[in-house]
């Protein structure tokens, strides 16, 4: 059991470079979700989908875009790397209604230069 | 308002200790208060869990105690071991998406 498996789990890019993050979970669950964690803050969201086909924007969406074209699969792109970019990102999914549990990927650990 | 405030940033106990984890929140909307572990290289899982409507919920050794009227919430962790050196998150939810997190606490068990 996969459960959420995140590719890449690292990278190094060069400012202005773009690269997707990709997600996928075998739970058949409804809502995903795209955080990045930084030291002493914390875990942030960047986007989310409560179904597929849909996506909205969390605490800090700025420089990322999502798509949800399959429900098991959420992708995570950065069009133009800056360096505040350089982040551990986590993709997360839960069942959905009364299930709150956030089950969590490994992480992409993610460097632009 | 949305804040979840965490302490402290971290903590050694000693093998067989009582580890404590403290974390205040203002939002009173807030309706599901989850603790996360976290290991170096892993993502964050689920711990325990409480709603506001208990003021306590224990899961093996570990222990959230809640206070409403103060909105503090924390995590016991009972005879500590070195297994549980970990990155602990509470955080503060009113739905799916809005979830808030703490700082998280390094935690760090001596043999």
């Known amino acids: 059991n996969a459960g959420v498996t995140q590719t890449p789990k690292f990278r190094v890019l060069k400012t202005g470079q773009s690269m997707t993050l990709l997600c996928a979970q075998d739970m058949n669950h409804e809502y995903m979700y795209w955080y990045r964690q930084d030291p002493g803050m914390g875990l942030r969201l960047i986007h989310y989908?409560?179904?597929?086909?849909?996506?909205a924007k969390g605490e800090v969406p700025d420089g990322y875009n999502v798509s949800r074209l399959k429900k098991q699969n959420f992708l995570l792109g950065l069009e133009s790397a800056a360096p505040s970019q350089t982040s551990v990102y986590f993709c997360?999914?839960?069942?959905?209604?009364?299930?709150?549990?956030?089950?969590f990927g490994e992480g992409s650990r993610l460097t632009v230069l | 308002q949305q804040q979840v405030k965490q302490s402290p940033q971290s903590l050694i106990v000693q093998k067989g200790g009582i580890s404590i984890i403290n974390c205040a929140y203002e939002?009173?909307?807030?309706?599901?208060f989850p603790w996360y572990q976290q290991f170096p290289g892993k993502g964050p899982a689920l711990l325990i869990a409480i709603r506001p409507d208990v003021s306590e919920k224990k899961e093996g050794r570990f222990t959230i105690s809640f206070n409403k009227s103060a909105k503090q919430f924390s995590l016991h962790i009972m005879d500590s071991q070195p297994g549980d050196s970990a990155t602990y998150f509470c955080a503060a939810s009113m739905s799916h998406y809005q979830l808030i997190w703490g700082a998280g606490t390094k935690l760090i068990i001596k043999p």
């Open positions: 989908s409560v179904g597929e086909g849909t996506t």
């Open positions: 997360a999914s839960s069942r959905g209604g009364e299930g709150r549990e956030l089950f």
């Open positions: 939002n009173t909307a807030f309706d599901y």
